[in-house]
């Protein structure tokens, strides 16, 4: 089963999973503005990203600009930026969805058949 962190406003977050009960998947899904990521899964999501941490930030959100998070995040080593996401579902990019084996973030169909394939 798949674990999805979504945030019921987000029209891509309600796509996603759209596409999840299309497909006919199923999935558990978590407030992600009140219940964040562990530092465990977005170490996941790291990995499955190539090692870029700005991957897992919503940099469109209002509190990555309100903290100055692209500013800060040059001179951030791994370690801080993920208990900086830990501890802010808002600055975690969505919907952050997990399987067994993968993670992705955002919503691209390409990379949601391969996580769908190892639900």
Not at 57 to 83: C, H, P, V, W
Not at 91 to 109: E, I, Y
């Amino acid at each position: 089963m798949l674990t999805v962190y979504a945030y019921q406003n987000c029209s891509t977050c309600r796509k996603a999973l759209k596409h999840l009960d299309a497909k006919g998947v199923r999935y558990q899904v978590k407030p992600i503005r009140e219940q964040p990521p562990t530092i465990a899964e977005l170490k996941r999501a790291l990995a499955a990203n190539g090692g870029e941490v700005r991957k897992l930030f919503n940099t469109s959100g209002q509190d990555y600009r309100a903290l100055g998070i692209s500013a800060k995040l040059a001179d951030m080593s791994d370690a801080e930026a993920l208990k900086l996401l830990a501890s802010n579902g808002n600055l975690v990019k969505r919907p952050f969805a997990l399987s067994k084996t993968h993670a992705v973030v955002g919503f691209d169909p390409a990379a949601w058949k391969t996580l769908i394939g190892n639900a």
